[in-house]
């Protein structure tokens, strides 16, 4: 999906008009995978800024395999920026936490 009107967003929102995994509960995982041509290996790093760290995250993540993740929300709510890096490229996802709606950044946020 991505940030739009129908998901809630707005123009000023950092991840607008951008792939963004939408969680709505605490412990929600959802997961994606990662392909480029002549590449199977793939990692996932998330803004220290964005994202929070340690007891603050938004969202923490596993890496199964070179190419797959299984991203968690956590207790925190926030719009977090990940990068998955790739052999010479890099493309952005982002994930918004909302625990079923409410406001974010002083946003109202949809649940789904």
Do not use: E
């Not at 995994?21 to 220290?48: E, H, I, K, M, Y």
């Amino acid at each position: 999906m991505t940030d739009d009107a129908t998901q809630g967003g707005t123009a000023s929102d950092p991840n607008w008009l951008q792939p963004t995994l939408f969680f709505v509960q605490n412990a929600q995982t959802r997961s994606f995978g990662a392909t480029q041509p002549g590449n199977t290996t793939f990692s996932l790093s998330l803004d220290p800024v964005t994202c929070g760290t340690g007891a603050s995250a938004v969202v923490t993540f596993t890496q199964p395999d070179s190419h797959d993740f299984n991203v968690t929300s956590t207790t925190h709510t926030g719009i977090c920026k990940g990068t998955v890096s790739g052999a010479g490229a890099s493309v952005t996802v982002w994930f918004s936490n909302t625990q079923a709606g409410g406001n974010i950044n002083g946003k109202r946020r949809v649940t789904h």
